[in-house]
């Protein structure tokens, strides 16, 4: 109930941060699944889109994202708008039963409740695909789920990102879409023995990413090649996905690229670069976010 409470008190920023978007809802919530990365992890290969499957292999098993189409018996069709909210913000099922934190909800719990109300209006709208969800492999004791309500009480608060006065709207924007819907910090912060982020080296990159990947930092504090990456340099990274080197990102960033960043508005994206040029880590993990999608 704090979050959603929360989430209904913030307030409504003014300038258009989607206007790519368009003004419908579901064309807010096409944009916003793209922004929330929803394809590239509910998406198997060759499969139907948003029907889920696809393998996400990390150290503690193998995870497999579910269908969120609206089909009523093997999606998410017939989610109230409420259950929809606590699975987004709270990691809870319409069951009760709690979501891995495979599923970002770490980080869209501080997404606002017009953006994800948005985006639920948009998958409610896609074609039902009947998929049965396939069952998580993985190594005890991290397969008994029990346990995850435990996890939530030692390392889950959910975040308010709160706009910060003397920093830009660009630079707020960004902090947004970086620590909210985009969830980049859930890839590029390393992970202590129980999966939770580590606040204390926020977006200085994880060795052990997901499908064993090392994904590299995203701060400006660390002796890196993103420190050296200016504005422009991140900005035109995330519309190509080529690196200042010449070379291209490959891996899940490719994914990242292909299904979200290449999507985004050019303020959107330039409010990502804005913030990660200037980004220094900070206490802001620990004590919460949220910030309204500007319009």
Not at 105 to 128: I, V
Not at 158 to 183: A, D, F, T
Not at 255 to 270: A, F, Q
């Amino acid at each position: 109930m704090r979050i959603v409470a929360l989430l209904l008190l913030c307030p409504l920023w003014a300038q258009p941060a989607l206007a790519g978007a368009g003004d419908t809802a579901l064309q807010r919530g096409e944009y916003l699944m793209h922004l929330g990365g929803c394809v590239s992890c509910h998406t198997e290969d060759g499969g139907e889109p948003l029907a889920g499957g696809r393998k996400m292999a990390t150290e503690f098993g193998d995870f497999y994202p579910p269908n969120i189409t609206p089909d009523a018996a093997t999606g998410i069709g017939g989610w109230s708008d409420a259950e929809f909210i606590a699975a987004m913000t709270r990691g809870i099922a319409p069951d009760g039963s709690h979501y891995y934190p495979s599923f970002p909800y770490t980080s869209y719990s501080g997404m606002t409740r017009e953006d994800l109300l948005d985006l639920k209006r948009y998958l409610d709208s896609r074609p039902a695909i009947q998929r049965l969800n396939r069952e998580h492999d993985l190594e005890f004791p991290y397969g008994l789920r029990a346990l995850l309500s435990l996890w939530k009480w030692l390392f889950f608060d959910p975040r308010v990102i709160e706009e910060r006065p003397r920093s830009s709207p660009l630079w707020n924007r960004g902090n947004y879409i970086v620590n909210g819907p985009g969830h980049c910090v859930e890839c590029h912060t390393p992970r202590n023995l129980f999966g939770a982020l580590d606040a204390d080296r926020h977006l200085q990159g994880n060795p052990r990413g997901p499908g064993g990947e090392a994904v590299p930092p995203l701060s400006r504090d660390q002796d890196s090649e993103f420190a050296g990456w200016s504005l422009d340099d991140i900005l035109f990274s995330l519309q190509t996905g080529m690196l200042p080197d010449g070379d291209f990102v490959g891996g899940s960033m490719g994914l990242v690229v292909d299904n979200t960043t290449s999507r985004l508005s050019e303020y959107d994206l330039r409010a990502i670069a804005t913030y990660l040029a200037g980004d220094k880590p900070t206490s802001s993990l620990r004590t919460g976010y949220s910030v309204t999608a500007r319009r």
